[in-house]
């Protein structure tokens, strides 16, 4: 998996959690919770759907990673390309 | 035996709202209910071909569309549940009436602010600093301790009558004190009915429930109907097994029990019973629903949704001393709302009023039933003096009626003393003495159908999901 598709596999997510926000747009560098309007509870179910899609785990000392979609990519694409 | 990850005790808002949680992140989650029907406190039945709903006025916390950060774009999104399928419809507007003095206010908070410069134009300023600090009021906290929320009040509103008036629906929506409320949910109960504001599917909680149910059901929940629970087994400081009123077993690794904070330990041990009685809920309520064969626009009726009425100044929220306290009431109108090109059949008027449960739970059943004639007489002669003037005869234009009683509470939803706010002292953490035993719902603290759904929610995110 390459960064890219996993930006597309957060948003993906994040669409499916916060079907009211417009993700057409987000910014890869930019905190998400800037752009858009998710609390700890979404945080949480982005978290809960890695585990429960894609057996992705992110410890909670871990949250901190999933704070733009960029470090979220920078994050997760190693556990992904780590699963097979 | 059968073993479960999760059971949750009831199948009203709460309960379903948790164990869509779970269920969607793949706990096996079970819901046990002793009632036949699913809903608790909001819920609906069927009376000669014509269907009623309890409970539920209307859904408050209504936001446009688009505002974000606000509990009731919370819940659905936690829910999984789009606006599209709730398809809600805005209030046209409602009433505040006592004797001497009417408010209205609708979705549009400065309706209501425009009023109180009318009726009150000493009080607007000082009604702008309590809406301003009540918009500012961080979330409430679930450790935060009681506050009076008349004396926090106090500091920025000087006439009794408005105080009152403002007191009144904010108490009739959710308050299990008597004559005052916890600061943090008079903030909670000020947004969502003022600030946010009222709405109502079309056809009522009936389409509220469907969605739960139907979203519980997608997401691989059990739900065991017209089976109660009638023991908590413990093992030390955990539960370990439920009994079910069939005498069958079950295991959880951890329950979640909406049945109210007496309830609960009156199933674990009814020794126990004794301590909790004293934190039983003492407010009750009677509910009349009058059936038309015409709109209520028609007889003059048209824009009220909601009006929360008080004979005289002094609004007394208290353990009524008759069967019924005439003195205030909620008038619903469910017409009443903006259905666009869609209306409802018949003309609906509901009335709900503070009642003495003991009075009404000593009857014999012939007494009940020439008391709710009776008494459903009265509360309309009374509801009617604050509505227009009108041609409509009760008798003879009324097609049907109906009438709940804190009898009817208690039998179809096992709270005790038919108290559907619950307990006054309320478990905000959900915490109890067993480190597997947590409450959602009423005497969790969250009241309201938004808040009841938010405490099922948190409950179950907090204590099993997290946890």
Known sequence: MTTDECKKVVLEIIAEI????????????VALREQLDLDSMDFLDIVMELRKKHGIEVPESDYGELASLGSCAAYLTPKFNALV | MEHYEVAIIGA??????????LAHFGKKVCIFERHYAPGGLNSFYSKDGRKFDVGLHAMTNFV??????????????????SREELDLSEQKRSRIAFTDANLSFSNDFSLLESEVARVFPKEVGGFRKLSDEI??????????????????????????????MIFCPLMYYGSATEDDMDFSQFVVMFRSIFLEGFARPLDGIRKMIRLLLDRYRSAGGIRRMRTGISRIETEGNRVSRLVLDSGEEVEADVVLSSAGLSETFRLIDSELDRDYASKEGQLSFTETISIFDKQPSEFGWGDDAIVF?????????????????????VICIPNNFDYGDRTLAEGVVRVTCLANYDQWTQYEEDQYIEAKEEWNDR??????????????????????????TPKTVERYTWHARGAIYGSPSKLKDGKTAY????????DQGYLGIIGSML???????????RG
């Open chain 2, 64 to 81: 446009k569309p688009g505002v974000k950060g606000t509990p009731l774009g919370k819940i659905l999104r936690q829910l999984r549940i």
């Open chain 2, 435 to 442: 480190s597997n035993l947590f409450l959602c719902g009423t």
């Open chain 2, 135 to 164: 918009s500012s009021y961080p979330d409430a906290k679930l450790d935060e301790a009681y506050v009076s929320a008349r004396s926090v009040v106090r500091n920025w509103i000087s006439d009794p009558l408005l105080e009152d």
């Open chain 2, 379 to 404: 509360i309309w002669k009374s509801a009617v003096q604050f509505m227009p003037k009108s041609g409509l005869n009760y008798d003879s234009d009324r097609v049907a009626w109906d009438m709940f």
């Open chain 2, 309 to 329: 009425f008080n004979h005289g100044t002094k609004f007394e929220y208290q353990r009524s001393a008759d069967p019924v306290d005439l003195r205030s009431g």
């Open chain 1, 18 to 29: 916060a079907p009211d926000e417009d993700l057409s747009d987000v910014k890869p560098d």
């Open chain 2, 12 to 21: 009203g808002m709460s309960g379903l709202a948790a164990g869509i949680r």
């Open chain 2, 455 to 465: 405490s099922g929610i948190a409950m179950a995110n907090q204590h099993v999901l």
